[in-house]
């Protein structure tokens, strides 16, 4: 596939007006988690009103995972901030649907953490050193099996560095040899949600697949793709489309086989599916290859990413192709 070779939603996809948007859902849980004093302001006031949309459709907090860090710098440098490494957990009992947010980058520590080129090899994979050892390791010792016992369905997201631990929490999950401990009785993740994610699995493995399926062979799913998608923001930019810097930070490290959303702030969300052929990772040099916005901000913003989704948000389960 080609980055020109995306075709738009509405011409690809069966839309069923009246099904859920269990994207935007997932996009709103990836604010919710933003509602630090770090971040202050704005955006914690939007966190606070993405908490009451997920209220409106059903979903209470039930669980908070915090992982205190002392004092850091703010994330733009300015002020003294406290450290806090977070993740929410939301129920909906009518459907016993989950969704568990990790915070993304609220200080400069945070972002430093992103920025490094660091590997290292922990749970079976060689991973993002900061994200892995510096914040989803003390994050996930928090977390046991007992927490998602009552879902019958569990989705992970986060935006940024969120959305790295994200895709992290949903490979290992689901890894029959179970690297996280939680034991037999596990829940695996059901769906995955990354908005400007980090990519947190270092390019030496050629592909990382959802292993339950994989390793089970479960016809639901033989190429091991994740249900869901990592998202990214587009614009214009000097006479070319960009895409959220977030993207190519650090070239070395690549995204979980799931389907690939790219996000306008006025067309609809186009779509490249994942690959559904084992030993095939799909979109990767699309990513690799688009050019990347000259700033972070503003296109990273996770309002960004609410805000662009929103009403144009796929309600539609993804299907996938079984060519590159």
């Not at 939301?90 to 649907?97: P, S």
């Not at 947010?101 to 945070?110: E, I, L, N, P, V």
């Not at 490979?171 to 949600?193: A, I, T």
């Amino acid at each position: 596939l080609r980055p020109q070779a995306a075709c738009f939603c509405s011409a690809s996809y069966r839309v069923d007006p009246n099904a859920e948007q269990t994207d935007l859902h997932a996009a709103w849980a990836s604010l919710a988690a933003y509602d630090s004093e770090a971040m202050g302001g704005r955006l914690k006031r939007m966190a606070g009103g993405a908490v009451t949309k997920l209220n409106d459709v059903g979903y209470k907090l039930t669980t908070t995972f915090i992982v205190p860090g002392g004092t850091a710098k703010s994330f733009d440098g300015t002020r003294e901030v406290q450290e806090e490494d977070v993740a929410y957990l939301f129920f909906r009992e009518a459907d016993g649907r989950g969704i568990l947010s990790f915070r993304g980058s609220d200080t400069a520590q945070d972002l430093e953490h992103v920025r490094s080129a660091k590997k290292i090899s922990m749970y079976g994979h060689v991973l993002h050193a900061g994200v892995a050892a510096g914040e989803f390791f003390p994050l996930v010792q928090k977390m046991k099996a007992a927490d998602f016992k009552d879902m019958k369905t569990l989705a992970v997201t986060g935006h940024s560095l969120g959305g790295g631990c994200a895709t992290m929490l949903a490979v290992l999950m689901n890894d029959p040899k179970d690297p996280l401990d939680f034991g037999e009785s596990r829940k695996f993740v059901d769906e995955l949600y990354g908005f400007g994610a980090t990519p947190v699995f270092h390019n030496s493995e050629f592909e990382t697949p959802n292993a339950d399926w994989e390793d089970y062979g479960d016809s639901r799913n033989a190429g091991g793709f994740f249900k869901g998608a990592i998202y990214r923001t587009m614009a214009e930019q000097d006479g070319e489309e960009v895409q959220d810097q977030a993207f190519r930070l650090i070239n070395e490290f690549h995204f979980p086989k799931t389907n690939l959303v790219s996000l306008r702030a006025k067309t609809p969300p186009s779509v490249l599916m994942s690959s559904a052929v084992k030993g095939k990772p799909g979109w990767r040099h699309v990513v690799q290859e688009t050019p990347v916005a000259k700033n972070l901000m503003p296109l990273h913003s996770p309002l960004n990413y609410v805000n662009w989704l929103g009403d144009t948000a796929t309600s539609c389960g993804f299907s996938v192709s079984e060519n590159e």
